[in-house]
């Protein structure tokens, strides 16, 4: 399929040389192509960056959810796992990851550059997911008021992740597998019960006994 040949020719120069081609037209002569050919798929270069992204969280949740011990996991497990095959996935494709990173995150921090749009999208509906197994398992507590924002907390803890692999320079980004665990155990310590829920249900319980 000739998207497939001209996404797949896309990563690998700029896996290479570590930049996009200068310009479509240089691109699809390369693979023999009229330029026409690559607008019949994407608009820009910037459209093709994005589906790549979402490629590659796709990826690593379809690798994750292949694992024989996923049904038997919980929320925590599977969102370590999906992060840290995702990150696998960015040192295979290290070039193309680093420069989209670097050029992007720094300009705006804690909001989404356009880029990452649609890895945003399908994580925050993996998240939403496992939160929802989460809470019926016990492991997530119920909050209403506050639980419909989880989601986009945990996009945000991706971002810092991925910030923070942008800028790891430790030996196969050991850093970042540290600051996955880490950052993933505080989340949960943050999402299930904790002192705060105890101290309301002792509350709830005192004006209960009052009536």
Do not use: C
Request: charged share 30%; no cysteine; glycine share 4%.
């Amino acid at each position: 399929m000739e998207k497939d040949r001209i996404k797949q020719a896309y990563l690998d120069y700029v896996l290479r040389k570590g930049t996009p081609p200068v310009s479509v037209f240089k691109l699809t002569k390369k693979l023999g192509l009229p330029e026409q050919e690559f607008y019949r798929y994407y608009a820009s270069f910037e459209v093709l960056d994005r589906e790549l992204w979402a490629d590659f969280g796709r990826e690593a949740y379809d690798t994750a959810s292949k694992e024989l011990v996923w049904a038997e996991y919980g929320a925590r497990e599977k969102l370590l796992s999906f992060y840290y095959i995702l990150l696998e996935v960015l040192k295979r494709n290290r070039s193309f990851a680093l420069q989209a990173l670097r050029r992007s995150l720094h300009r705006m921090p804690g909001l989404t550059p356009r880029v990452l749009d649609g890895l945003r999208q399908e994580f925050e509906e993996f998240a939403a997911k496992i939160l929802q197994e989460g809470r019926q398992r016990g492991e997530v507590a119920s909050r209403p008021l506050l639980e419909n924002s989880y989601p986009r907390f945990f996009w945000q803890q991706l971002l810092f992740l991925l910030n923070f692999f942008a800028h790891d320079e430790s030996v196969n980004f050991e850093r970042t597998d540290a600051a996955v665990e880490k950052a993933v155990t505080l989340s949960f310590d943050l999402v299930g019960r904790n002192t705060l829920d105890s101290a309301t249900d002792f509350v709830r319980f005192l004006i209960q006994s009052r009536r």
